[in-house]
């Protein structure tokens, strides 16, 4: 039962994303060519409030629902990593269209071909995992 | 319920995305789906290859629950909550789209052109997809997040890696879609 929330917030958001069109492929393609200020609006917006409800967590000490303070892990301090690997990502974001999230939602649209993406992003993953400790971080 | 069938503008759907990722913090855990994949593969065994996949996976169940929601959300939108309108995608972009042969833009939420089962049953369409699928899988693990983990946790929690991954998410999106696009299609 303590994991029917996390089931009823994957419900929400993956009624937000398609929704919001975020799970289309147009609409990423649309925004890399810089031609609408949807994609931008939704990020933006998305940012905005989020700052905003971090800062309220942090400011009121706001308790966790089990009653522990909250805490987001902070990011390892790195340069190459982030910039390789976001770019690497970028590559895969506006050729497939689909970011983790959105491939299961689109999945769950009745895309049957997203369980292709998604096993090669297992892969990818995997190759990833083998590789790690050969790689510039 | 009309206004609920029509696609919803992005200051509707961005505020409600922060909302997902507030709940989740509530909940004391983060907002991030990629790191489903790597649980995938620990459940998988993957874990007899490299240390990077042994972890106790269990205590992700939460997250691949997340995963279950999004998929079971994803069938409601469309099935329920939709009323089939074409995406008001620019007019620009259709037409950026039609030169490089992609049809009826817009039409659907992916293209036919990519997504269908016959164009993925020809060599190129097939590797289209695994190497977009592999670059994702292998980029967001090598920076640490994606889009959720990083754009807007990462963003909203003032991270600097997190901008700097962003960065790097639109340098890879810029390149793939002015010069390496043109040259696939």
Redesign the interface.
């Known amino acids: 039962m303590k994991?029917i929330?996390?089931?009823?917030?994957?419900?929400?958001?993956?009624?937000?994303?398609?929704?919001?069109?975020?799970?289309?492929?147009?609409?990423?393609?649309?925004?890399?060519?810089f031609?609408?200020?949807?994609?931008?609006?939704?990020?933006?917006?998305?940012?905005?409030?989020?700052?905003l409800?971090?800062w309220i967590?942090r400011k009121f000490k706001?308790k966790?629902?089990?009653g522990?303070p909250?805490h987001?892990?902070?990011?390892?301090?790195?340069?190459v990593?982030?910039?390789?690997?976001?770019?690497?990502?970028?590559?895969?974001?506006?050729?497939?269209?689909?970011?983790?999230?959105p491939?299961?939602?689109?999945?769950?649209?009745?895309?049957?071909?997203?369980l292709?993406?998604?096993?090669?992003?297992?892969?990818?993953?995997?190759?990833?995992?083998?590789l790690?400790n050969k790689?510039p971080h | 319920m009309n206004v609920i069938l029509q696609p919803w503008p992005w200051y509707v759907s961005g505020p409600l995305i922060a909302l997902t990722m507030a709940i989740l913090v509530y909940f004391g855990k983060t907002f991030g789906m990629s790191s489903n994949l790597r649980t995938l593969c620990s459940i998988g065994g993957a874990g007899k290859y490299a240390d990077f996949f042994k972890f106790d996976w269990k205590a992700q169940k939460w997250n691949l629950t997340v995963v279950l929601g999004a998929i079971i959300g994803g069938f409601i939108a469309v099935q329920f909550l939709s009323n089939g309108s074409d995406i008001a995608l620019s007019a620009k972009t259709i037409s950026d789209l039609k030169d490089m042969g992609f049809e009826n833009a817009g039409t659907s939420l992916l293209p036919s052109e990519i997504y269908d089962w016959n164009n993925i049953l020809t060599l190129k369409g097939f590797s289209i997809l695994v190497i977009a699928g592999f670059l994702v899988g292998f980029g967001t693990r090598y920076a640490g997040g994606c889009t959720s983990g990083h754009a807007i946790t990462g963003l909203s929690n003032l991270q600097v890696p997190s901008l700097i991954a962003v960065i790097g998410f639109f340098i890879g999106g810029l390149l793939m879609t002015h010069f390496l696009l043109p040259l696939i299609f």
Not at chain 1, 5 to 28: D, N, P, T
Not at chain 1, 35 to 51: D, E, K, N, R, T
Not at chain 1, 72 to 79: G, Q, T, V
Not at chain 1, 103 to 114: E, F, N, P
Request: a positive charge; one cysteine or more.
């Open positions: 994991f929330k996390f089931l009823f917030v994957g419900i929400f958001f993956g009624i937000v994303l398609v929704k919001s069109e975020a799970v289309s492929w147009y609409r990423i393609f649309e925004m890399f060519k031609q609408s200020f949807h994609m931008y609006g939704i990020i933006g917006s998305a940012v905005g409030l989020g700052i409800f971090l967590f706001v966790s629902i089990e522990n909250i987001l892990p902070a990011k390892n301090k790195s340069i990593r982030y910039l390789l690997g976001g770019t690497i990502f970028g590559l895969g974001w506006a050729l497939a269209g689909a970011c983790p999230g491939m299961y939602i689109l999945l769950g649209t009745g895309v049957s071909s997203m292709l993406v998604i096993a090669a992003a297992m892969l990818g993953t995997f190759v990833y995992g083998l790690k790689l």
